[in-house]
């Protein structure tokens, strides 16, 4: 073998700063090093993509690559659209390439993908180096040492973690990067197929993601937001490693907030500025090493003569929760991210629940639809139009920004599931994989479990209020507000409840609390969509059924269906019956009769604010719970006051 001929792909590591694996690329002492990412259709295509990540990820990717030209004017990022799985083993003859190196991955795709490129590599005679970098831990060394189990809770990131051994220190940049070889392509693009496009609702025109393989003007550029179809972003957020080590600079320099930051103390109602650190999507992206994150805050926390926070708050805590999603992840694979098939996440008879092929064991990215009033809660929460003015506010942040704060995402998490609408956590996530510019699978679906209360954490009956929890943190609405304009002049003593506000009140604030929310109307703002006490005390008693029953996603009964004789036909979610076709009333045409109570939710709501400290680790920590299937007892009441359906 000749002098090295060295294809360094970059993937979740869009970053020069501490990159270990980029470091044993170098380390080569390449004659030819290109600097390359492929555009892999199964992210164009298959995963939710939103507006504002992809402009991020666009960010990310012209900052790297003039990182890359400033320190060779010959080189640059060279983008490449074709599938890696295809695309690799011709480029390794075009280029004769001898060595291929990228960082880590443990997302389940990823795994799969990168399998069959370094089969291709091995037959190709292309030496093929991976070195982990994504997280603190290899999230695989992690789980080894963890007893070969998934990680489900801090404690055992805590003590699985220093057995790898002690979190590296950061390597700088390269100052310098190797000419790149020749760049001809002398082989025909092979263009992915397109259908299904989990993201053709948001694209404005014709997509061109694959219009050659080193793009329209044959410069291997990076795309832009109108070759692939989409509108210009509507969020201020910007990504790239220029902007993430700025914003890092600026942390460190708050000494007292670096040292004593806690999460749970954090108000989710800021803005401008936020009052969290933002750097998770520059994360995300690997703009941002985490490593050095953790070693720049931990050195803060080492020299600061007050008293520190510690893990699991602190911000050293943060990454020790990212790691534990991680390492879930890395040892349930697919099933991780769904409900059925997943050895670890509680079955809870949601509303909505996801289809399944049950051939390949996953899930298809369509949902079923058992109740035309779940469907119609869905939607209203989706697009910020509950009559909730916090929640509204919040999920509207969400889709023009692409972030909102970690208390704000447990509130709506907690409305949907298990306090308020008793719908399937995977439609959330799959809400927040299309909006949220930091999101990461391993953490959105870990974080979804955990906030439903099927996995990782298990105090079901600690729900947030829409009314009293955001009044602890903006008794003005300020926040709501911002982010629902029709309450802008609305008194501050409705703003958490404006169905209370009399007409008089509304008419001078320009508003009427009117409808059903079914789209947005100038001067006019929804009624709440439900009796939130009411539906409360509802999803509780449904959580203490299912918890009871104790059924876990990879239970024969919950793969069969007959999970159904477990439950009362008069509970919540799709029960009733002995068979799935009995439940999908929607799908089988079976009659049904929706009774909604015009109740607005008058009483103080009362509801309980979740622990945010990390302390209390009950839930599936080791999978406790008796899992014997037992009988609901008869005459307990009906779940969901609000809906009646008729039985045969």
């Known amino acids: 073998m000749g002098n090295p001929r060295v294809i360094y792909w970059f993937r979740t590591d869009l970053r020069l700063h501490d990159s270990p694996a980029l470091e044993a690329a170098l380390d080569l002492n390449p004659e030819a090093f290109w600097p390359i990412w492929t555009w892999d259709p199964h992210y164009v295509y298959r995963a939710r993509v939103g507006t504002n990540r992809w402009q991020f990820l666009l960010d990310c990717q012209n900052d790297l690559s003039k990182s890359i030209t400033k320190r060779n004017k010959k080189s640059k990022l060279f983008l490449m659209r074709e599938a890696p799985q295809t695309l690799f083993p011709k480029l390794f003859k075009a280029w004769k390439i001898t060595h291929l190196v990228f960082e880590k991955d443990t997302d389940s795709y990823a795994r799969d993908r990168d399998a069959i490129v370094k089969k291709a590599a091995e037959e190709a005679g292309v030496e093929v180096i991976i070195k982990s970098g994504r997280t603190l831990w290899d999230s695989d060394a992690l789980v080894k040492k963890n007893h070969e189990k998934p990680t489900m809770s801090i404690s055992q990131v805590q003590s699985a973690g220093p057995k790898i051994g002690r979190i590296p220190r950061p390597i700088p940049a390269p100052e310098s990067i190797p000419d790149p070889g020749e760049t001809k392509l002398d082989f ?56 993430a080590l700025k914003m890092l600079d600026k942390i460190i320099a708050d000494k007292k907030y670096t040292a004593t930051f806690e999460k749970p103390n954090t108000a989710p109602t800021a803005f401008e500025p936020q009052s969290t650190t933002l750097l998770s999507p ?90 035309a009033q779940a469907e119609e809660w869905f ?82 009956y600690r729900c947030y209020s829409p009314v009293a929890f955001p009044k602890k943190w903006d008794k003005e609405g300020k926040f709501v507000k911002r982010y629902v304009p029709e309450l802008k002049d609305l008194d501050a003593k409705y703003i958490y409840e404006p169905w209370k506000a009399p007409i008089a009140d509304q008419k001078k604030a320009g508003v009427r609390i009117q409808g059903e929310g079914k789209e947005e109307q100038e ?38 269906g007959t999970w159904r004789k477990l439950f009362d036909d008069a509970a919540e979610g799709p029960t009733e019956g002995n068979t799935f076709g009995d439940a999908m009333e929607e799908e089988v045409g079976e009659e049904k009769k929706v009774q909604a109570d015009d109740k607005n939710g008058e009483e103080n709501n009362g509801a309980l604010e979740e622990d945010e400290s990390g302390g209390k680790e009950e839930s599936s920590e080791n999978k406790g719970g008796d899992r014997k299937g037992a009988k609901r007892k008869r005459g307990q009441r009906t779940l969901d006051s609000h809906v009646k359906r008729s039985k045969k």
Not at 204 to 231: C, Q, R, W
């Open 379 to 460: 939607q209203r929460w989706k697009y910020g139009l509950t009559g909730f003015p916090w929640i509204d506010a919040l999920m509207r942040q969400l889709h023009r920004e692409g972030w909102i704060h970690h208390l704000g995402r447990h509130a709506v998490a907690c409305f949907l599931t298990r306090g308020g609408c008793y719908i399937s956590w995977e439609r959330g996530a799959e809400v927040f994989e299309e909006w949220l510019i930091d999101h990461e699978t391993a953490c959105n679906a870990g974080n979804w479990q955990w906030l439903s209360c099927t996995a990782f954490f298990a105090q079901f």
């Open 188 to 243: 025909e693009q092979q263009r992915p197929e397109s259908d299904p496009d989990f993201n053709s609702d948001s694209r404005s025109h014709g997509d061109k993601s694959y219009e050659g393989i080193s793009g329209p003007n044959g410069d291997f550029a990076v795309p832009t937001m109108e070759e692939l179809g989409l509108p210009a972003a509507t969020s201020s957020h910007r990504g790239g490693e220029s902007i």
């Open 523 to 560: 001067g006019i703002y929804p009624k709440p969509m439900f009796d939130f006490n009411e539906r409360r005390d509802a999803c509780i008693a449904g959580m203490k059924e299912a918890y009871k029953v104790g059924l876990y996603g990879d239970d024969p009964k919950v793969i069969d």
């Open 282 to 371: 520059y994360l995300h992206f690997g703009s941002l090493s985490v490593r050095e994150l953790y070693w720049r805050v931990q050195d803060v926390v080492d020299n600061y003569s007050g008293k520190a926070s510690q893990p699991p708050v602190s911000l050293t805590g943060q990454l020790l929760f990212r790691d534990m999603y991680f390492g879930a992840q890395a040892a349930l694979g697919y099933s991780f991210c769904q409900t059925l098939y997943n050895s670890h996440c509680r079955f809870i008879p949601w509303h909505l629940p996801s289809k399944v092929d049950h051939t390949t064991r996953l899930v298809t990215g369509e949902y079923h639809i058992d109740s």
